[in-house]
Nanobody, 117 residues
């Protein structure tokens, strides 16, 4: 059974940084593309960053230049480094494995990121 466990969120001021981690178990991690999603209050969940099995990365326009996704295949973990955080980045963040525009697995509990002064 696939488990996705997000951590590293919290409260940060605008312009600050956070690093999210997602520990993945129950699958052959290295062969999957992984992604970070977020869901802001009253909005649909959106994919903001993807890293392929080969290490190529893709970002939503809203986070390009500020967020960096990475992975450690030895640790079965995917990371999201978030810099220059803005109020609009406030959301619950989730990881999953995107495929054909859809997540492959059941969602984890997510992690709250709140940007506030």
């Amino acid at each position: 059974q696939v488990q996705l466990v997000e951590s590293g969120g919290g409260l940060v001021q605008p312009g600050g940084s956070l690093r999210l981690s997602c520990a993945v178990s129950g699958l052959m991690f290295r062969i999957y593309a992984m992604g970070w999603y977020r869901q802001a209050p009253g909005k649909s969940r959106e994919l903001v960053a993807t890293i392929t099995s080969g290490g190529s990365t893709f970002y939503a326009d809203s986070v390009t230049g500020r967020f960096t996704i990475s992975r450690d295949n030895a640790e079965n973990t995917v990371y999201l480094q978030m810099n220059s955080l803005e109020f609009e980045d406030t959301a619950v963040y989730y990881c999953n494995a995107p495929s054909g525009g859809r997540p492959l697995f059941n969602w984890g509990q997510g992690i709250q990121v709140t940007v506030s002064s």
